[in-house]
Structure formats: structure tokens, C-alpha cells
């Protein structure tokens, strides 16, 4: 399920979105704790990949693979972006 305008996703629609997916995609997954802002782990069912979210103050970071593929501020007051700012693939 997308955002809707005015509305905050969840850190696995942002991961959906930044990678053109389906939340559906990608299961929970109990990765290491980095001991700085929030963690949140997942791998694609399809592929295996594996991919981390981390989200520090008003900064998300999100990597699959170990690649980067999203770093930025995010806008101050939402929790954690509006999705229709974050585009990408996987």
C-alpha cells in the first residue's frame, strides 16, 4: 500500500518505493543493532537481497546489498518521508 499525499509510509514502503517494488516483496528480517538511530531489516523473497534502513534524527539511509541507494535529510516532522519523494531501483 502507497502513501497517499499527506501521509507518511512506513520505512518497508519507502524501502518498496526506492527500489520499485512491492512492500509485499521483502520480508522482516532480525538484522544487527548499529547502536545509532533505528534499524529496520529486510530481504526479498525473490532474490534474497538483503536491505537496511537506518533512520537518525531527520537522516535515512537505505542500502541493499551493501549498496547505497538512498541517503538524505529527511523534512523535519515526518516519520520516516512522504513517499512520493523517494524514487530508485533495485
Known sequence: MA???NQFASPLE?????????????EDLNG??????VDYWYRHRGTGAEAYLNLDQDHLTISVEGN????????????PVKAQ???GRL
Do not use: H
Open 3 to 5: 502513501a497517499m499525499p
Open 68 to 79: 547505497k541507494l538512498f541517503d538524505a535529510e529527511v523534512p523535519a516532522g515526518t516519520d
Open 85 to 87: 519523494t523517494l524514487k
Open 14 to 26: 519507502v524501502l518498496a518505493s526506492v527500489t520499485q517494488t512491492s512492500a509485499d516483496d521483502w
Open 32 to 37: 544487527p543493532d548499529s547502536g545509532v538511530g
